[in-house]
């Protein structure tokens, strides 16, 4: 007696399909599981047993053979439990066959049968739709999840024998349906406001462009002058995420098990924080199972490392690869698996290691050698990496005390969103998004400065000694600035805004 049934596998933050294969024949009892199955997979016998006779059905006392195909790729974690239940019963005669060559299972089994949530369900729809299946059968607590993939019917079920009977057709269970507009609004609302900001002008008018732009940034100043602050409130004035980009991103944090069971999609621009104590691993990606990091984590939102130099040095020397392709790509024995990492870059940290170099305040008590050695900590090219170095001095008190209320986020947010607006018709058709992504060839072709303009940037370029990537740097920032004024061309005063924002370089005169 043999009976299939479909499920999923997770490689990387996509599924693939599986075919749980079940054959029941003649012979002294035993379990085995074929197909690459990781020790998750192996102990489901367990479960399924008890699982099969805690809900009222006869477990076979016969030779049971799973094979999970493609034999080739790895299968991790309980999520085969019930596909491979179903399968014993299909096998046996309980469950009919009609049905399961139109859905997709998927979900981990509890000893008295009841069925519990797993990681990866968007994958799986989204996988499952593009296999023109008719829909899937996923934990209830997955339910809402599954259902953001429009045109497939997705089945939450709390128990084994919910499952059977509706295989059967003794029992309907009607689809879950999501609002899939409502999930997007109740992300779009920020706490935190640029307006809250006091001072630090020249700070937010740096941030806009960033944020028009896609650029990454740093920024140097003392303790206490709200660089953390200003960094919290990026996300408030990024443009609003595409349904694309938002399944994009969900699908990460499907995958990794952190998705918001009660919206279900990730809406909001991301905003990861890691402490500086992370690994490259944490940071990356991977491990023994491998698994994004923080930077994938970010994906279409923002990496924020606080304390740049405190990071250990090789850390953030693997953050060059995905800030150059926006992707992470992990190889190991068996497969290469690639995540997406399209961030932006916003980096913090004191101008010495007392914080207190340059402030008429305070009296610095560190020497040239340790300021040499701290900044030294950020290698050059990850520096060249970087589009906007800015300084963010300590705020005045004749700042802190105006109880006016500064620029609102949402008013710098229109104005990063035409100027995004302009990118996106610049570029339609290709792989580039933002200025930040441009390549050579499109530098070229859209970053052309007028006469007075290429005059000035020569004349910086010979005074700094700057390299190729910081002379295209500030040509990328200098594009975004012309976006923000509407202005096709790329004048004097754009130039020299962009290279403003290059505070470390301008150190070196």
């Known amino acids: 007696m043999l009976a299939k049934v479909l499920s999923s596998a997770l490689l990387g933050i996509d599924a693939i399909m599986v075919d749980v294969e079940v054959d029941i024949a003649q012979g002294l009892p035993q379990f085995a599981t074929v197909g690459l199955p990781d020790g998750a997979v192996k102990e489901s016998k367990d479960r399924v047993k008890s699982a099969l006779k805690n809900s009222g059905y006869e477990f076979p006392n016969r030779k049971i053979t799973v094979n999970l195909a493609p034999a080739d790729v790895r299968k991790e974690g309980a999520a085969f439990d019930l596909p491979i239940s179903i399968g014993i019963m299909a096998a046996t005669g309980v469950v009919k066959s009609d049905h399961l060559k139109k859905y997709l299972l998927l979900g981990e089994l509890s000893l008295d049968g009841g069925v519990k949530p797993v990681r990866g369900c968007l994958s799986v729809a989204v996988a499952a739709k593009n296999a023109g299946l008719a829909g899937i059968i996923v934990p209830e607590e997955n339910a809402r999840e599954g259902a953001v993939v429009e045109g497939i019917e997705v089945i939450g079920v709390s128990e084994l024998a919910q499952v059977v009977e509706f295989l059967n057709g003794e029992r309907p269970v009607i689809p879950c349906v999501v609002d899939v507009q409502q999930l997007f609004r109740q992300n779009l609302d ?15 008018r740096a941030l806009e462009v960033a944020a028009a732009g896609g650029h990454n940034i740093l920024m140097i100043g003392p303790p206490g002058s709200g660089k953390t602050m200003l960094a919290r409130r990026i996300p408030s004035i990024l443009p609003t995420m595409s349904f694309n980009e938002a399944i994009e ?12 069971r009660d919206r279900a999609l990730v809406s909001g621009r991301p905003f990861r924080s890691p402490h500086h104590t992370i690994s490259d691993i944490g940071l990356i990606g991977g491990g023994n199972t ?11 939102g923002v990496l924020f490392l606080d304390e740049l130099p405190e990071f250990k040095k090789h850390v953030l020397e693997v953050l060059r690869q995905p800030l150059e392709d926006g992707k992470v790509t992990i190889s190991r024995a068996l497969t290469s698996l690639t995540y997406p990492s399209r961030i932006m870059l916003v980096t913090a940290m004191n101008p010495c290691p007392c914080g207190y170099l340059g402030d008429p305040l305070h009296q610095c008590s560190c020497t040239p050698v340790m300021i040499h050695r701290y900044r030294s900590r950020i290698s050059g090219p990850l520096l060249d990496r970087i589009d906007i170095h800015i300084e963010v001095p300590a705020v005045k008190y004749r700042d802190l005390a105006d109880r006016s209320d500064g620029e609102s986020s949402a008013a710098i947010a229109g104005r990063v969103e035409l100027s995004r607006n302009r990118q996106l018709e610049r570029f339609k058709g290709t792989k580039v998004h933002c200025n930040a992504q441009m390549t050579p060839r499109f530098i070229k072709k859209y970053c052309e400065p007028d006469a007075a303009g290429q005059k000035m940037l020569e004349m910086v370029t010979d005074r700094l000694g700057l390299s190729a990537r ?40």
Do not use: C, W
């Open 470 to 509: 910081t002379y295209t740097r500030i040509l990328k920032v200098a594009r975004t600035v012309a976006d923000l004024e509407g202005s096709e061309t790329i004048r004097e005063n754009h130039i020299s805004e962009a290279i403003q924002y290059r505070s470390l370089d301008r150190k070196t005169i």
């Open 249 to 260: 991103t969900s699908k990460i944090y499907s995958v990794m098990g952190l998705l918001d």
């Open 290 to 300: 491998p698994k994004p990091g923080e930077v994938s984590l970010s994906h279409n």
């Open 190 to 204: 920020h706490s935190d406001d640029f307006s809250e900001v006091k001072g630090q002008e020249h700070a937010k």
